[in-house]
């Protein structure tokens, strides 16, 4: 499972890092706010650690674009600022829960679990070949029951294909579907090329029993190995 600390305390914030890594975590951390939108922007989260008060921006705004982007993540806001107004504020904005500093490492634990827990019961839509096992409303991605990192458009490229196994997909089809009105109109398709490489090689690395072929002046088919 993989988390991202949004936390511009960094004392605090290597102490999270390091308990969480501990319990097994994938976390990666952001102490500003541009920072953290970033992040967001190129990577997937199954959970992110919120606090609200950043150096240059209001943590509540990058809770909001979390939401906006529709994509399941849960979030934990981690304030110092316990006003019954900022709690309401969070959890009507979407947050699935609100811790108040200071905390207990422990307490943090368990409220990761709880609320991961009570997402992935909620139902979860999954695409599975072969030993590859893709999750989109936590946008997890599993090969024979690891979870693997993938960029944004590489989980969308990756879910294309495992709803069309066996499907011959045209690079110009691939490019409309995933970039949609943002797809280069160029005829040279390198964009498309540089993800599927790295997703290709993502999969082969993790031993996946599947495999995104190239089919020469055409496109591409997932088969399984």
């Known amino acids: ?9 960094i004392s605090l914030q290597e102490m999270m890092s390091t308990t969480l890594r501990k ?4 976390v990666e951390t952001a102490s500003t706010y541009a920072a953290a939108i970033e992040k ?6 199954d959970c992110v650690l919120l606090d609200i008060t950043l150096p240059d921006g209001n943590g509540l705004d990058i809770l909001e674009e ?3 982007s529709g994509n399941g993540v849960n979030v934990i806001i981690t304030s110092a600022r316990d006003s019954i107004d ?3 504020r969070g959890l009507e904005l979407g947050a699935d829960d609100y811790l108040a500093k200071p905390f207990h490492l422990a307490e943090l634990v368990a409220r990761i679990r709880s609320v991961t ?12 070949v072969g030993n590859v096992s893709l ?3 936590s946008q ?3 090969v024979a029951g690891k979870e693997i990192s993938l960029l944004k458009k590489e989980f969308d490229i990756l879910k294309y294909f495992l709803m069309r196994p066996g499907h011959l997909v045209d690079k110009a089809v691939l490019a409309e579907a995933v970039w949609g009105d943002h797809a280069d109109q160029s005829d040279d398709f390198q964009y498309v090329y540089a993800q599927m490489k790295n997703l290709r090689r993502k999969l082969s690395e993790a031993d996946a029993d599947i495999e995104i072929k190239a089919v020469y002046g055409f496109g591409y088919k997932l088969v399984q190995l």
């Open 1 to 9: 499972m993989k988390l991202l600390i949004i936390e511009d305390e």
């Open 117 to 128: 827990r009570r997402s992935r019961n909620a139902g979860e839509l999954a695409y599975t």
């Open 86 to 88: 900022d709690k309401i």
């Open 135 to 137: 999750f989109e409303t």
């Open 140 to 142: 997890r991605l599993t």
């Open 66 to 68: 979390i939401k906006r």
């Open 40 to 45: 967001l922007g190129a990577y997937n989260y």
């Open 23 to 26: 319990e097994g975590y994938i």
